[in-house]
Nanobody, 123 residues
Framework: QVQLVESGGGLVQAGGSLRLSCAASGRTLSSYAMAWFRQAPGKEREFVAGIIWSGSRTRYADSVKGRFTISRDNAKNTVYLQMNSLKPEDTAVYYC????????????????WGKGTLVTVSS
């Protein structure tokens, strides 16, 4: 089992940047594909970005392509989400998730979840 803890959320103005981190413990992160999801107030949770165990394959939601970048450092057991050109519609709680099928970038059916970190983008 793996435990995930997100950090890096906060309040930022539109057009600004934030970097989220997801620290894993319990098992080595290289055993998992990883992804970021988000849930805005009153909306369902949605896939944002994913990355396979080696970092060689990534996938993004259309709404964040060209603005967000997912990366991982398996030696540090940490996954990152660099968010640039933030928009008010990016406001949400952002969740890190792990998938035991480490060769596939999954957009649902994740095995482990963190508790989330709040990102608020003001206009």
């Amino acid at each position: 089992q793996v435990q995930l803890v997100e950090s890096g959320g906060g309040l930022v103005q539109a057009g600004g940047s934030l970097r989220l981190s997801c620290a894993a413990s319990g098992r080595t992160l290289s055993s998992y594909a990883m992804a970021w999801f988000r849930q805005a107030p009153g909306k369902e949770r949605e896939f944002v970005a994913g990355i396979i165990w080696s970092g060689s394959r990534t996938r993004y939601a259309d709404s964040v392509k060209g603005r967000f970048t997912i990366s991982r450092d398996n030696a540090k057991n940490t996954v990152y989400l660099q968010m640039n050109s933030l928009k008010p519609e990016d406001t949400a709680v952002y969740y890190c998730a792990a998938d035991r099928n480490h060769m596939v970038v999954a957009t649902d059916g994740m095995d482990y979840w963190g508790k989330g970190t709040l990102v608020t983008v003001s206009s």
